[in-house]
């Protein structure tokens, strides 16, 4: 089988490897889309996932059809259509060092268990779209973790997929009021298409300014005034302003939940945050969230489509990883099989 590898730093190859054998406790998935993440082009200018690795498998977002199941797998069957949680598996990360990548013909999950590592799509969910489970569970983890609830204000920078997602996160929780921060209008558009209830170009616009008049005035412990209302801050944009925006002056008991790669360090004043009793939340991955990312995509299918941008074809990897890389360019790509 076709298998998309990096074997140096910028070298990008489809070589033939042979179809993985399954066992009794494993699937064979025949692949029919995988998203690309915008840490693989990085992983590409780096010369792989793991430092020193001679090659690496890419791909980490895969949704395929079922052709072989183990004897002793249970609540899977050949022909389901099925999205893979990639850091499930037993033999390593799916796309992320491990032995396998999802930009491949063919994955085999190791300990295949249903409803886990392996979780049923319905048919209406097109390829291209049923593959956003895996980012988006990672959109949702964060916002799990910034302990949402209904009477809650929120701001997402970045909107991205996994800022888009974290928008569909904190509106399945009912968060009554969500703002979406980005640079790009076209972006902008596609959060207002996806339920955001107000939007901000942070290029053009006082970012804290226009929180104040959408989430009216928050203060600190020392009752100091004109802080935004907004009870959580989400940054999936991983930008220095971001951080900086949060640390001017978040209300009393806000948080400010990360799940944004950052690539430069950012200075805190942390004297200046102890009248907020800032809580600050990390988040990686997606241990428990892809089941119920996965059903929300089932239940809102035409929504979680407007997320996807591009749709390129196997053979066309190296540009649709390109176009990943280019911020502006494109907003989510997706590889689909044959």
């Keep these: 089988?076709?298998?998309?590898?990096?074997?140096?730093?910028?070298?990008?190859?489809?070589?033939?490897?042979?179809?993985?054998v399954t066992g009794p406790r494993d699937v064979l998935v025949k692949m029919k889309?995988?998203?690309?993440?915008?840490?693989?082009?990085?992983?590409?200018?780096?010369?792989?996932?793991?430092?020193?690795?001679?090659?690496?498998?890419?791909?980490?977002?895969?949704?395929?059809?079922?052709?072989?199941?183990?004897?002793?797998?249970?609540?899977?069957?050949?022909?389901?259509?099925?999205v893979i949680d990639p850091t499930g598996v037993a033999d390593a990360i799916i796309g992320g060092g491990g032995p396998q990548g999802a930009l491949s013909e063919y994955l085999a999950v190791r300990e295949a268990t249903a409803g886990r590592n392996v979780i049923v799509m319905p048919d209406h969910v097109p390829w291209h779209v049923a593959a956003l489970a895996e980012p988006l569970a990672v959109a949702r983890r964060c916002v799990d973790k910034t302990g949402p609830r209904p009477e809650h204000q929120a701001v997402v920078f970045?909107?991205?997929?996994?800022?888009?997602?974290?928008?569909?996160?904190?509106?399945?929780?009912?968060?009554?009021?969500?703002?979406?921060?980005?640079?790009?209008?076209?972006?902008?558009?596609?959060?207002?298409?996806?339920?955001?209830?107000?939007?901000?170009?942070?290029?053009?616009?006082?970012?804290?300014?226009?929180?104040?008049?959408?989430?009216?005035?928050?203060?600190?412990?020392?009752?100091?005034?004109?802080?935004?209302?907004?009870?959580?801050?989400?940054?999936?944009?991983?930008?220095?302003?971001?951080?900086?925006?949060?640390?001017?002056?978040?209300?009393l008991g806000a948080v400010f939940g990360i799940v944004a790669i950052y690539h430069q360090s950012v200075e805190v004043d942390f004297q200046q945050l102890i009248p907020s009793e800032l809580t600050i939340v990390h988040s990686m991955g997606h241990p428990t969230e892809m089941a119920a990312v996965a059903q929300d995509i089932a239940e809102n299918t035409d929504k979680y489509a407007l997320i996807v941008s591009d749709v390129v074809p196997f053979a066309e990897t190296a540009r649709a990883i390109d176009l990943a890389g280019r911020p502006g360019a494109t907003d989510k790509v997706v590889v689909t099989f044959d």
């Design 158 to 251: 970045g909107a991205g997929p996994v800022g888009l997602g974290a928008l569909l996160a904190l509106k399945a929780h009912g968060v009554r009021h969500v703002v979406v921060a980005d640079v790009q209008p076209n972006r902008l558009e596609k959060a207002i298409a996806l339920g955001a209830d107000a939007v901000i170009d942070s290029r053009t616009e006082d970012v804290r300014a226009r929180l104040v008049e959408l989430h009216g005035e928050g203060t600190d412990a020392f009752g100091r005034p004109g802080l935004p209302g907004t009870d959580i801050y989400l940054d999936a944009a991983g930008v220095p302003a971001v951080a900086q925006t949060v640390f001017a002056g978040p209300k």
């Design 1 to 20: 089988m076709k298998s998309v590898t990096v074997t140096g730093p910028g070298r990008l190859e489809t070589v033939e490897i042979p179809r993985p």
């Design 33 to 82: 889309a995988c998203g690309i993440c915008g840490a693989d082009p990085h992983a590409l200018q780096e010369g792989g996932i793991m430092p020193g690795a001679a090659s690496s498998p890419m791909g980490h977002e895969p949704a395929g059809e079922i052709v072989e199941v183990g004897a002793e797998v249970t609540g899977l069957r050949v022909g389901d259509r099925v």
